[in-house]
């Protein structure tokens, strides 16, 4: 064999096609460029920024909640006015999940599944309460529903009071929460489509049956989702219930604003300990929060 052939290149005889693909081709790019210090120093920095704005704040809470020991701590929590606020707080929140829920399923059913004049307002509707204040929103509603309001007159012949209230605190919290539900609908049924439905309807199913053997289960998580979100928010929401409550205590104060008087009247103590609840409430959120979009992810 002569020297010209040993070392002949590999593609020689090869299709022309195959030669040149040979020619050309190149080890894949790594994904991660970055040095290693780079991507080190990301992550610590990350980890400093959650540590000083979450972790430091939830351990000052705990802290601060547990000062006076155990005794004190619980005798907080069960002072009557701390009580009647956490159970004003369940009862805003368990109304305004139901209401929401329906909505949401509502809305993200019409929207996602039928075309209709004013659908794209419906959406930015939807999308009003992240863009309005929600001090704006319950000044609103003491502007329709005050004693100075617009519907004062039917509310005095009706013998209602909405505003200083729970039917007034209930409207504020369903307002500033009524997107979580149908936010996370409408675009996991915009990509399921409709073509299971049609089947289950042509194969004789009726519409409430198609919806709870079809459609329910293939939103269930998300529904869920959604659901922990809009529970989360109306238990900690502080701007618009403030405007339409009164600070009635022991009547018409949920969590967050029993929080604020006691912090005010310098019952340092109390205040941690009853926001001590609630971040607990939050915690159990996050971890619920955290299984779900598990759950979801793995559907996709």
């Not at 829920?101 to 019409?110: D, P, S």
């Not at 269930?220 to 922990?228: I, P, S, T």
Request: aromatic share 10%; hydrophobic share 55%.
């Amino acid at each position: 064999m002569s020297l010209k052939a040993e070392h002949a290149p590999a593609t020689e005889g090869l299709p022309t096609g195959v030669t040149e693909a040979r020619t050309y081709e190149r080890a894949p790019r790594p994904v991660r460029t970055e040095p290693v210090t780079v991507r080190v120093l990301l992550t610590l920095l990350a980890l400093g920024f959650l540590t000083l704005f979450i972790g430091l704040p939830l351990i000052v809470v705990f802290v601060e909640a547990l000062k006076r020991g155990w005794d004190a701590y619980f005798a907080a929590l069960l002072d009557p006015d701390a009580l009647e606020a956490i159970r004003l707080t369940l009862i805003v929140a368990a109304i305004s999940v139901v209401a929401n829920l329906l909505f949401g399923l509502v809305a993200a059913w019409a929207i996602a599944k039928f075309e209709f004049p004013g659908r794209s307002l419906l959406i930015t509707l939807i999308d009003l309460p992240f863009s309005v204040s929600p001090v704006v929103a319950g000044l609103v509603f003491v502007l329709l529903f005050g004693a100075q309001g617009l519907f004062a007159a039917q509310m005095d012949a009706w013998n209602l009071q909405i505003i200083f209230a729970l039917p007034g605190i209930v409207l504020a919290t369903i307002f500033v929460t009524f997107p979580f539900v149908a936010r996370e609908l409408i675009p996991l049924m915009q990509q399921q489509g409709t073509a299971e439905e049609e089947a289950a309807i042509s194969l004789g199913a009726g519409g409430f049956s198609t919806f709870l053997r079809v459609t329910l289960p293939n939103i269930k998580w998300a529904l869920l989702y959604g659901v922990l979100l809009c529970n989360a928010r109306a238990m900690g929401e502080f701007g618009a219930v403030s405007v339409v409550s009164g600070h009635i205590r022991g009547l018409t104060n949920t969590m967050p604003l029993h929080i604020e008087i006691l912090y005010n009247e310098y019952q340092f103590v109390a205040s941690f300990a009853v926001a001590s609840l609630l971040a607990l409430l939050a915690l159990v959120t996050l971890i619920a929060k955290t299984i779900l979009e598990h759950r979801l992810a793995e559907e996709d």
